[in-house]
């Protein structure tokens, strides 16, 4: 059964570079869906399959870290593993991200190889 | 006291970085600009507010010909005009350099916080900044020319 990722990012030219980048890196997804933030993430999350989901931190309306904290709250939803892809990087945002159940953090900007790195153990 | 922060240096490695890494193009710096005032010939610039240890802004100043060869390289396409997609890609271009410089200058003990990028249009500008502000501007050479990055700051700790 093919996987889905769901790619979360207010830039829409970072959801393209990040889903390119999966093709890249050989992690075959059959479903790449996308979210312009965290609310929008989680309706997203509601009315789909996700396997993974790739969360930038810094976005407008709900950020990557109230989208974890609201995600965790959510019974339904809260066991999909989530890796943040951000330029925040700093050991107290991801950590607050990895308790808050966050798998991993990719820096951008990156390369499909750091990518795979992160992304394939998870799968 | 503690060694001075080369800003103009954390700049140009942040900036390369990404270029390195994600925009397979070819890119220099050149000499950092300094001055009360500095003309840019520019089209489009990509602002990001920072807050925290600095009250400052990164700017990315870019010719729309230049915008337009940065965003078709970070996508794989060819891009011809400048539009929402050109626009977006150097917020995010300013984004990256401003994380970058985020983590280098939390080696020095400054730490900032990064607000959300956003992106303006013009025909050109004249960089100024207010009294008691430091300006760093590194120019950035491609094959069909320039674009510039800019720190405009006050340390507020």
Not at chain 2, 84 to 113: C, F, P, R, T
Request: proline residues 5%; charged residues 20%; aromatic residues 4%.
């Amino acid at each position: 059964m093919g996987k889905t990722v769901l790619i979360v990012d207010d830039s829409n030219t970072m959801r393209k570079i990040v889903s390119r980048s999966l093709r890249q890196a050989g992690l075959d997804f059959d479903d790449i869906l996308e979210a312009g933030d965290g609310q929008q993430a989680l309706e997203v999350l509601g009315a789909n399959q996700v396997d993974l989901v790739l969360s930038d931190i810094n976005m407008p309306n709900m950020n990557g870290i109230e989208f974890l904290r609201a995600k965790a709250e959510n019974d339904a939803i809260k066991e999909i593993p989530v890796v943040m892809i951000s330029t925040e990087t700093g050991a107290d945002i991801i950590g607050e991200a990895t308790a808050l159940g966050a798998k991993g953090a990719i820096k951008k900007p990156f390369t499909p190889d750091s990518v795979n790195d992160i992304i394939a153990p998870l799968l | 006291m503690g060694t001075p922060v080369n800003y103009a240096a954390q700049i140009a490695a942040a900036t390369l970085d990404i270029f390195e890494t994600m925009i397979p193009m070819e890119v220099t710096s050149g000499e950092p600009m300094v001055g009360e005032k500095i003309e840019i010939s520019a089209y489009l610039t990509s602002m990001l507010g920072l807050s925290g240890d600095f009250a400052g802004m990164l700017n990315i100043h870019c010719p729309s010909d230049i915008a337009c060869l940065i965003t078709g390289a970070m996508l794989g396409m060819e891009v011809d005009e400048v539009d929402e997609d050109v626009k977006d890609a150097l917020g995010e271009v300013a984004n990256m350099v401003a994380g970058g410089l985020k983590i280098s200058l939390a080696d020095s003990q400054i730490d900032v916080e990064l607000a959300i990028p956003s992106v303006i249009a013009g025909k050109s500008y004249t960089i100024t900044a207010p009294e008691g502000t430091q300006k760093v501007v590194v120019p950035f050479e491609t094959p069909s020319g320039p674009f510039w990055v800019e720190l405009k700051f006050r340390r507020t700790s």
